[in-house]
């Protein structure tokens, strides 16, 4: 699978977000979905995961989803914010829902595949930090496969960055990227806009000889794991997602994951 930048709030019982809030966040998460363009994968923070209800079972998916699609604009005209809607269907069961989108234990959860689209990684963080302040009851839990966020994996709590409890031999390496503020990467925009889209499979890959398949399946880089940056892990120009950050630290926020 092609690398991936992963997002949660944990229900920890101390986490909260309101409908509203979440709807903030899916219009900001709709404008970037439209605005950019992805090669590999969208964002896709969700609450809910939503499966076809019992009662739907003799349709096939493409007649359940455009029945599910009509209502769910029936109860938007209604103003039903997203949330409602989901526990609205799910009393007419039309579908079943479970909280917290993909992941275990979690009020939202999510990933996108940025593959080696470093532009893309930008983005998808980008849109996690202002989620942090459209949300400033939650923490976002971000880890990235790649190089982007330079720790892998940080909090996001109104606008600030916390890099969570490491292991004792890189506290150094994060105390110097808390002082100079470089959490993430210097991403040049311009590097990608002919990136090619990502491709989930290997053409002809039965027709090749054994030697040829292993030497594929050896090498990486297709999935997008490769670092693409110009020097030191950034470009020598770019944008600087650092900037936009309140404030760094470490350990500061809860951490729950």
């Known amino acids: 699978?092609?690398?991936?930048?992963?997002?949660?709030?944990?229900?920890?019982?101390?986490?909260?977000?309101?409908?509203?809030?979440?709807?903030d966040i899916l219009r900001l998460q709709h404008w970037y979905n439209s605005e950019f363009i992805w090669t590999a994968g969208k964002l896709s923070f969700k609450m809910y995961a939503v499966f076809q209800g019992t009662t739907q079972s003799h349709l096939d998916y493409?007649?359940?989803h455009k029945l599910i699609s009509e209502r769910m604009e029936e109860c938007r005209r209604i103003g039903f914010s997203e949330?409602?809607?989901?526990?609205?269907?799910?009393?007419?069961?039309?579908?079943?829902?479970?909280?917290?989108?993909?992941?275990?234990?979690?009020l939202a959860s999510?990933?996108?595949?940025?593959a080696g689209n470093e532009f893309n990684a930008y983005l998808t963080?980008?849109?996690?930090?202002?989620?942090?302040h459209l949300a400033p009851g939650c923490i976002i839990v971000v880890e990235d496969e790649g190089e982007f966020v330079k720790p892998k994996s940080i909090c996001l709590g109104?606008?600030?960055v916390m890099i969570p409890v490491i292991e004792p031999m890189k506290v150094a390496i994060c105390?110097?990227?808390?002082e100079h503020r470089h959490v993430f990467a210097i991403v040049d925009a311009a590097k990608y806009n002919q990136f090619p889209k990502f491709r989930s499979s290997i053409p002809e890959f039965g027709d090749m000889s054994k030697d040829e398949q292993r030497s594929v399946l050896t090498e990486w880089n297709w999935l997008g794991f490769e670092s693409n940056y110009d020097i030191n892990g950034d470009d020598i120009q770019g944008y600087d997602l650092?900037?936009?950050?309140?404030?760094?630290?470490?350990?500061k926020f809860r951490t729950s994951a």
Not at 4 to 9: D, F, G, H, R
């Open 83 to 106: 949330n409602e809607i989901i526990r609205q269907l799910e009393s007419e069961e039309l579908i079943i829902s479970k909280r917290g989108g993909y992941a275990e234990n979690c």
């Open 175 to 178: 105390e110097n990227m808390v």
């Open 62 to 64: 493409d007649d359940w």
């Open 1 to 23: 699978m092609a690398r991936k930048i992963y997002y949660k709030i944990v229900d920890d019982g101390v986490n909260q977000i309101t409908d509203k809030e979440w709807d």
């Open 242 to 251: 650092n900037g936009k950050v309140v404030g760094f630290s470490i350990n």
């Open 125 to 132: 963080v980008e849109f996690l930090l202002k989620a942090s």
């Open 158 to 160: 109104k606008g600030s």
């Open 110 to 114: 999510g990933f996108t595949r940025v």
